[in-house]
């Protein structure tokens, strides 16, 4: 039997999982099925920086528009640090399109490159 502590809502249910697939502990469906994606396929949104060429912004901040397979977030940011910015781009512009073919986008969280 798996447990893990759900992050869905306040309570923070204990959420069991058995051999058979079988989910319980939890007070609510969002729970159940917070719980099942983790024990089956997890998934994580990542925050990181990235490098660019523009002076005065050495890094600036990205992260990924939904969230990707676990076991992918190493290979993204490795793709993240080969990649340098050299436009001034604002929040929520592509970086990085489908990267590695995840389906997610890296996207910019600052406007800082423009200034504002």
Not at 36 to 45: A, D, G
Not at 68 to 75: D, G, N, S, V, Y
Not at 95 to 115: D, Q
Request: charged fraction near 25%; hydrophobic fraction near 35%; charge should be neutral.
């Amino acid at each position: 039997m798996r447990e893990i502590t759900c992050i869905v809502c306040p309570i923070g249910c204990t959420v069991s999982m058995d051999n058979s697939g079988n989910i319980s502990g939890n007070q609510c469906r969002r729970g159940a099925d917070f719980a099942r994606q983790e024990f089956t396929s997890p998934q994580r949104t990542l925050c990181t920086t990235v490098k660019t060429s523009i002076e005065g912004h050495p890094v600036v901040p990205v992260r990924t528009d939904r969230e990707i397979a676990k076991e992918k977030i190493l290979p993204v940011i490795r793709e993240i640090n080969r990649t340098v910015l050299s436009e001034r781009l604002g929040i929520g512009e592509i970086v990085l399109e489908n990267v590695l073919g995840t389906g997610a986008n890296i996207i910019l969280t600052t406007n800082e490159l423009k200034g504002e």
